[in-house]
């Protein structure tokens, strides 16, 4: 009997596993970005490394932006490896310090005449943290939504300069059960899951009024949710546990490559435009969630962020 259930178990997991790959989003364009740069926040590992080296592979310039220099500097030289693309280089950045998102920005519009391709795609989730930032921030908002809302707003002459030009914000489902309602909670901690769905509702409403805003100027903007990753995140776990939960994941969730292909998708795909502001998942467009359906929590956001990152 126990042997009968092992079997059904191994067969659910293989259908669902075929039917997983089946339906997985693949971006099919091949435009080619020869003359282009493109910079991916967060580059040096998971969606933002594979991101950043399909952005090689079509022959653009790719700024690889940081935090962590020796990873930086492994993930450049990989991706030159893997790409022959040798104008790939890397900047250090820590989107947890508005000081340094400055600093950073001021370094890219001295050094960049153009920049085609913003990527936002660098997050962080950090159970148990309480503390705020050196900026008053709660560390997970800085990182996944302040960092990004500052160095958008900073590149955005640039962007504007090299038009037509992108914004990709890469956002989660997480965004649709999230409570955030208040902007008066914008820094407040129940859970680590409540501040990440919170930052993630934040990327998608910061993208509706970036899209509002951007009007005329040639600058589209999209977020988007790139599935469930399986990534390194077990990599400190004991061996015993990390090896069950290597093989779950596995079998539930998409590979880095796999959940990078709706952030390519919205960088590169033609005639995506009119879909300016817009959520997408596995390569299409998707109905906003509706807790990203109010336009006053929306304009509401976007003041009370230039007041809380000093943005003159």
């Not at 693309?85 to 950045?93: D, E, G, T």
């Not at 008066?184 to 129940?190: E, G, L, Y």
């Not at 990078?260 to 009119?274: G, L, P």
């Amino acid at each position: 009997m126990f042997v009968y259930i092992i079997i059904s178990i191994v067969c659910l997991l293989v259908i669902y596993k075929i039917y997983f790959k089946l339906t997985v989003g693949w971006c099919r364009c091949n435009v080619c970005l020869v003359g282009k740069t493109v910079l991916v926040t967060g580059a040096n590992n998971g969606i933002g490394y594979e991101t950043a080296c399909d952005m090689a592979k079509r022959g653009a310039k790719v700024i690889l932006a940081c935090r962590n220099e020796k990873r930086a500097k492994d993930a450049m030289r990989r991706i030159i490896e893997e790409t022959d693309n040798k104008n790939v280089s890397y900047k250090i950045v820590d989107l947890g310090s508005l000081e340094s998102v400055r600093e950073f920005a001021k370094e890219i519009i001295s050094c960049e005449d153009r920049l085609d391709i913003l990527i936002n795609n660098a997050g962080m989730q950090a159970p148990g943290i309480r503390h705020m930032t050196e900026d008053g921030l709660h560390p997970i908002m800085a990182v996944n939504y302040f960092g990004p809302f500052l160095l958008t707003n900073l590149l955005l002459d640039l962007l504007k300069k090299s038009a037509p030009s992108r914004i990709v914000n890469v956002a989660s489902f997480a965004a649709k059960s999230s409570k955030f309602t208040k902007l008066a909670d914008i820094n407040t901690f129940q859970s680590m899951y409540d501040v990440y769905s919170r930052s993630k509702l934040c990327n998608i409403l910061f993208t509706i009024s970036l899209h509002e805003k951007l009007q005329s100027t040639g600058v589209t903007t999209y977020t988007l949710h790139p599935g469930a990753i399986s990534t390194n995140m077990t990599h400190q776990m004991q061996p015993g546990f990390k090896n069950i939960l290597d093989f779950c994941l596995y079998w539930m969730f998409k590979t880095p490559i796999e959940g990078a292909q709706t952030t390519i998708h919205c960088a590169v795909a033609k005639n995506i435009e009119k879909y300016s502001g817009s959520l997408f998942s596995d390569c299409r467009i998707v109905e906003l969630y509706k807790t990203a359906k109010n336009p006053e929590l929306a304009k509401g956001l976007w003041s009370l962020s230039e007041k809380l990152v000093k943005l003159e």
